[in-house]
């Protein structure tokens, strides 16, 4: 990988600028969908969980082979889009005929001239979509989720400017419940395929932009499950578990005083419970957030391994006083220890050799032609 120094100083196009990473983002979490209830928690139960609302399908689209021909009024409410094309989100723009898929190696696609890229071939995908909120959105706060955008996008809600995100492969979120209103809204946003952040991904891999995975709402509890953290290891002899959890839980409202408990369940492959912890969350006084946590021993678990990959299920669900379910959260997790002794990478006591492959996903079906609409240059 080639390394070159920056300049810090700001630059007049937001894209060159690498003192502005993002803006208006929610903090990162761990990777979780939270619902009413366990039964429909996790993040392969979206289309049953009534927590989320799905924005992928089609939406209108327009794509620019330079900075200068892009639409900067894009994000106007009265704006006509109807003469734009379709595009399928998620979907890399490429696989659907706009622009050319470019592979490299080690060389940068533009010139190299760190923050700056070449704005006279910057190709720019613009997003526009029209939903209403689902009847069961109202009064909670509405989060926007976005699980990879490969690009430097800016995103606004019903004309009004959310945020900027340039880090693809990891969420991207924001709070839009006061962007938002009654009936139709409309998401608007701009996809910069290369930023200034592209210095920092000159690797072996196929250059892909747009948005690349699942874009949803979802509908959060005044008070609800921010993060949490979980860990289960092993003790020195590898032979019992160690089980640690620890759980964000966040107020959105000022006048919230309420009690509250999170009650954290770990299930085995059999759904049988093997701990369950009621812990109570200190009162809010307002906005902010409280932790709680604990550690317990297990007696032998299942430990896992690549060739064992035994995994328990966690429930978190957090709880009102009259000890109803608001949220709830489910993970996995197995029982492990990871080590460094004499050079050696041992799992569970054990030395392992790792042996793989640099591996990106790719929007399925991935075949380079020449039925392209926009082609905006050949790669040597």
Known sequence: MLIYSMSVVAQSNFWENPQLVEEGKEAPRTYFVAAESLEHAGSEKLAKNTNIQLLNGTWKFNFAEKVADRPVDFYNTNINDQTWDNIEVPGSWEMQGFGVPVYTNVPYIFPKNPPFVDNNDLPIGTYRKTFELNDNFDGKEIILHFGSISGAATIYINGQRVGYTKVAKVPAEFNITQQLKPG??????????????SYIEDQDFWRLGGIERDVFLIARPKVSIEDYTLLADLDEQYQNGIFNAEIDIRSFDNNKSSKYNVVVTLFDANNKKIVSKKLAVKPFNGKGEQKVSFSQKVSKPLQWSAE??????????????????????VSHVGFRKIEIKNKQLLVNGRPVLIKGTNLHEHHENMVITSTAKHVSRTFN
Do not use: C, H, R
């Not at 409309?186 to 952040?197: E, L, N, P, R, Y």
């Not at 299920?313 to 709830?328: P, W």
């Open 184 to 197: 139709k809204n409309t998401i608007a946003m701009q996809v910069f395929k290369w930023s200034d952040a």
């Open 308 to 329: 064992y990959p035994n995994l328990y299920k966690v429930g978190i669900e957090l709880q009102n006083n009259e000890g109803k379910t608001i949220e709830a959260a």
